[in-house]
């Protein structure tokens, strides 16, 4: 066999031992890339790339993944960054079981290395979140796509389907492009957590397990349709996320429990969620989703969260009132994408 190397443009052909040597060389240094799985070209002699990264994985962490889901999703909580599925998330949801949230979390992962989280937040919609670096990832984007318009990946079904993508994410270009459609708007606020936050006037406590029934019975109230009990309170509790979350009551001059809220830490410096925040509606327009809101934020300062964040339809006009009042700042509205049945 004959080697050539090229020198400036022309190839010219190399014998004897030299030429054996380098040909080896190359041949040794292509081998071990198989794995790649994309277009290879020699660079120059000995070397050897990837045109294009690794293959995009989507995969299922199983229950006994959900901890490294949590721990990822909490790095990617930053003041500056967009708002998107928070750990918090995953913990409230996490009153359904370990298996059942298991079931429902989706992962995007390079070489190993977990890029998107996806939370299905019921059949029909899947909440997403991204790296900090990867937002705008193509290669990883047209996966998460791929993945998400295709029934038989599993990820969404047939039919009318919801996408949740944070603000500035390219996944969001790219559904736009196939033909997906904007659908229910959702108001974000936030509230800066580096000054003193005010005392909320209300007699504030900490939710033990003990207790958990009659707060279970302010949020059920709270909802229309809620079935939320004391059992689920204890399952969300039991979950990896609770490490770091707080559940609240707020209690009227008689002692009665009027509001109740559940604060979620990311840990020092990243940002603190809401999620879910009610007002008994027996005791409503007396102030208190503004107080429960202030306890809420001054629960995640002494947790050393930077900042508290809320998400809520804004149809819920009463809602963002509320927040605004404990001093959150409306942030610039998102919009879930959808795809109409086929």
């Not at 000995?46 to 990822?72: A, S, Y």
């Not at 318009?149 to 079904?157: D, I, M």
């Amino acid at each position: 066999m004959t080697a050539t190397v090229s020198v400036e443009g022309t190839s010219r052909p190399l014998s004897g031992e030299v030429g054996t040597t380098l040909l080896r060389a190359a041949q040794e240094t292509i081998a071990p890339i198989t794995d790649c799985r994309r277009e290879i070209r020699v660079r120059r002699v000995g070397g050897v790339v990837c045109d294009r990264g690794m293959v995009i994985e989507m995969g299922r962490p199983g229950v006994d993944g959900l901890g490294d889901v949590v721990r990822v999703l909490a790095e990617w909580q930053y003041d500056g960054g967009p708002v998107q599925l928070h750990p918090g998330d995953v913990g409230w949801f996490w009153r359904f079981g370990a298996e059942r949230t298991a079931e429902a979390t989706r992962t995007w992962s390079r070489a190993g290395e977990v890029l998107a989280v996806g939370l299905l937040d019921g059949a029909d919609l899947l909440r997403l979140a991204f790296a900090p670096e990867a937002l705008r990832d193509e290669e990883l984007a047209r996966q998460v796509v791929e993945d998400v318009s295709a029934p038989e990946r599993s990820v969404l079904p047939e039919g009318k389907v919801y996408v949740e993508a944070p603000t500035g994410a390219l996944v969001q270009d790219l559904l736009f492009k196939d033909g997906w459609e904007s659908g229910e708007a959702w108001t974000l606020l936030r509230r800066d957590l580096g000054a003193p936050v005010p005392d909320p006037g209300v007699r504030v406590e900490v939710i033990e397990p003990e207790q958990a029934q009659e707060w279970a019975a302010v949020l059920r109230a709270s909802f229309d349709g809620s079935t939320f009990t004391d059992q689920h309170w204890h399952t969300m509790a039991a979950g990896a996320p609770f490490v770091d979350a707080r559940c609240l009551v707020v209690r009227n001059e008689q002692g009665e429990a009027v509001g109740v809220v559940t604060v979620w830490s990311a840990g020092e410096g990243k940002l603190g969620l809401i999620e879910p925040m009610g007002v008994h509606p027996a005791y409503r327009g007396h102030g208190y989703g503004r107080a429960i809101t202030v306890a809420a934020a001054r629960a995640l300062q002494e947790l050393g969260s930077s900042s508290v964040v809320v998400c809520c339809p804004s149809s819920n006009v009463g809602a963002v009132a509320t927040y605004q009042s404990a001093g959150l700042e409306q942030l610039p509205e998102r919009r879930d994408l959808y795809r109409n049945a086929s």
